[in-house]
């Protein structure tokens, strides 16, 4: 059973950087496709970004193109999130989350999230 801790959050203010670190523990990641995910207070959890399992193909929301990058590591069941030029509706709980191989498949694997707030 693959669980995932994130960290890496904090309180930055705008303009500012923070990584976001996701590892995979009970199981290895590297044929998973990985994505982030976040959840503002009163929103519903949206889409970040996403990366395929091995890195090739790397897909953003609207809202954080051009700002975040997501990477991995799959020697070290890692996935990272880059964010640069943090704006205050950017502040969320942050989470990631893995999705098996298989073009049925889903997120099925979420961690606990790491918050991250942005002042402005």
């Known amino acids: 059973q693959v669980q995932l801790v994130e960290s890496g959050g904090g309180s930055v203010e705008a303009g500012g950087s923070l990584r976001l670190s996701c590892v995979a523990s009970?199981?290895?990641?590297?044929?998973?496709?990985m994505g982030w995910f976040r959840q503002a207070p009163g929103k519903e959890r949206e889409f970040v970004a996403a990366?395929?399992?091995?890195?090739?193909?790397?897909y953003y929301s609207d809202s954080v193109k051009g700002r975040f990058t997501t990477s991995r590591d799959n020697a070290q069941n890692t996935v990272l999130l880059e964010m640069n030029s943090l704006k205050p509706e950017d502040a969320a709980l942050y989470y990631c989350a893995a999705k098996p191989p298989g073009s049925n498949s889903a997120f099925g694997y979420w961690g606990q999230g790491t918050q991250v707030t942005v002042s402005s």
């Open positions: 990366i395929t399992w091995d890195g090739g193909t790397t």
């Open positions: 009970g199981g290895t990641i590297r044929s998973y496709a």
